[in-house]
């Protein structure tokens, strides 16, 4: 980018704020009329006549609750921070006190009160009590939509766009800092602020992706790439061609055409010798671009002998007796291939070929991280690894004459000057073309039919960059400017001019595409949804309806098992995990990538087949291939791909959310199982119950005596958290959450399912807050599933959060219980869960601002 530019767009970039305030009051278009909402809408509607009244529910509030939520017990108050108490409420007015009250429902729908220890109603009159409180919290609940907020699209948004715009896949971590996460989303309104730091950020970004979408000619740069310190390289790596063993497999964005090398290191593995990890000798390692040999090279590894000098060298070894890695140690020449490569996306690949098995047919048991040892072990031999790839380049660079981003970008060049008929302007030709081109660009990324304005402030820029070199370079500046503008940054909605602060308005079908391609896809509205938007016909519900069942049906919408269930479920938690390899020697990169994508493959079946969203509390199927299969001791599975089983009688204890790995990793201590953590997890993501922080200065549990093992007792977790809870102010959280984790200490803190902890036998019995007594992780299940409805419920209000970009109050509550009413009748299926998510107010409504 030239200097003059980056000065406009910088200046430009300085009214970031105030251009985005204007947008936001003054947008593009006519304005037009709010349409009248329904009270339905807001999940308002009166309920049928309550089995108890007012009077009777207050009886039983003193009967059962008013022993601790009382004045009299004031030190138990039901809210820790204002120490609310229920006797002081009215229950022929709840929605005075609604906000309580709220809680109050919420407690009882989880079963959470009254606490275990304490008499509780019959199951008849329990339901009662929370079914009429709800009843009358939902009688003329006014609809609730408030203003989300100015939505900034976060990472993943901003990559998807750049991608759906120019089909130029990038790593929008590499432009742009991480995104704030608040209500359990990274992608709430609220948190998605802007700062001087950021916006410089994003005109860097701007210049750096035009300049890729076109393809200059850049100058030689270094990228490195590692396997993750715990890969496994001993089994074939899915990606790669079968045959081949190990590896890595990478996207690299070439940014130009030109030569460029591709070199591979390995782990080393003995600081004092140069000669890499693994003990086996005559390795080739095959070099691939986009599934095509580039050339096979033979593994020299820290200077390992070429693999056509091994078969010499061993038959020397043999009448020697030399039996280490030294007697292969020879000078070979570099791993590294030097290709042309064209601009764009490719698949860069290497490994090895599985001609020797040797390690993997040794008598002593090799560990599944075969990392872990890294030193010379006598009696073991080891698959090299490689250690890193590096790609250099690009040499002797020319500007791209094709690549994907150049097709999508050029939809037109002007003709050459031995085309042009007589008497042509070669300017105007250009012009009218950069036109076609800056139009469908803007269109594209504002999501939105353009003005004139829009264009001809555009092909300003696309002027400054023609004056300075050519047509490309020109269109290059454009593309820029639109990157940097706040309208592709932001998701800014048309406000009528004519409604008053204050008042509610239904978005516009423009608008509404928006909120619906980035709630489903978490990227900009397609083509088919636009045109529909655009005819207006978005808003009627037999459209609206049609548009959700294409776009779930979408391969985009796997968006909402990466980044909605990604999220909910704290799948995204799995890449900051690392059990300690001493304990854990198993665990390796390859477990913990097949564990996330099992889950979020059983997402996905939910999502694509329509199925009930509480099923992923019971499936008793799942997706699994070999390192995993092996990790759940099922047998005859074999490959990298991902597969689905029905998991029969012998695996009932990995049906459902509670038997993956996934769960049980990431609720786990990297020495540990954690009952608290396990237990916090379902009550927080399953029941929608979030216990408060704990006190300060509590004591960690005692450490792990590393002179124990065989010889001194070492409690097991059971023992610890029994003889930790020894603070008053602990007690009444731990007593909810720690019975429901010690059920599932069957499983280690990798998952993986054992019978015994520290030596002893594992008690996995417990009493859970409602007086059930559970017996290990199938009787939990079987409890949890008890309370689906209020799972249904939390599934909601997530879904709700995500959809809206904002977090929910109390008073979204009423909105909740109608959607969960009406997607009951429809099985809890996920279509009808979105359906009801998409025509409700606050969905299809905005609030106007000053």
Partial sequence: MRVSTRVVLLLSAATFAGVVSVAVLHAQGPATPPAPLRPADGGGQAQAAPPIDAARERQLFQQFCYSCHSERAKAAGLDSANKLTLDTLDTSNVHRDAKTWELVARKLRAGLMPPADLRRPDPVTYEAMAAWLEGELDRDAPPYTPPPGLHRLNRTEYANAVRDLLDLPIDASKYLPSDDSTSGFDNIAGALGISSTLVEAYVTAAQKISRLAVGEPEDPTLVVYRPREDTTQ???????????????LVEHLFPSDGEYTITVTPIFGDNMTPIGFGSVPCEQIEFLLDSERLALVDWNGGGRAPATECRGRLQAAARTGQDGPEAFFGKGAPMRVRTHVTAGSHMVGVAFLATQYAPLLDLDRHFKRSTIQTGPTPGYTFFPHVGTVRIEGPFSATRATSSPSRR??????????????????PEADEEACARRIVETLATGAFRRPVTAADVESLMEFYRLGRREKDFELGVEEALARVLASPQFIYRIEEQPANLPAGRTYRVSDIDLASRLSFFLWSSPPDAALLKVAEQGRLKEPAVLEQQVRRMLAHPKAEALSVNFAGQWLNLRGLDSVAPVPALYPDFDDPLRQAMRTEVEMLFDSIVHEDRPIDELLTADYTFVNERLAAHYGIPNIYGSQ??????????????????????LTTTSKPDRTSPVTRGKWIMTNLFGMSPPDPPPNVPPLPARATDARGTVH????????????????????????????????????????????EGSAIDASAQLFDNTMVDGPVALRQWVTRYSNQFVRVSIEKLLTYALGRGLDYQDMPLVRSIARDVGQKENRFSALVLAVVRSAPFQTNTKTE
């Avoid at 999508?408 to 302007?425: E, N």
């Avoid at 991902?642 to 769960?663: E, H, N, S, V």
């Fill in 642 to 663: 991902f597969r689905r089983i029905t998991l029969g009688p012998d695996m009932d204890i990995r049906r459902g959310l509670l038997g993956k790995g996934a769960i």
């Fill in 234 to 248: 001993d089994y074939q790596v899915e990606g790669l061609p079968f045959g081949t063993r190990g590896g890595l």
């Fill in 714 to 757: 070492e409690p097991t977790m059971r023992e610890k958290m029994l003889e930790h809870r020894v603070r008053a102010d602990c007690v009444q959280c731990h007593r909810m959450m720690d019975p429901i984790g010690f059920a599932l200490e069957n499983f280690d803190a990798i998952g993986l399912w054992r019978t015994r902890d």
């Fill in 408 to 425: 999508k970008l050029f939809l037109c060049t002007p003709p050459p000057d031995s085309r042009r008929s007589v008497g042509a302007r």
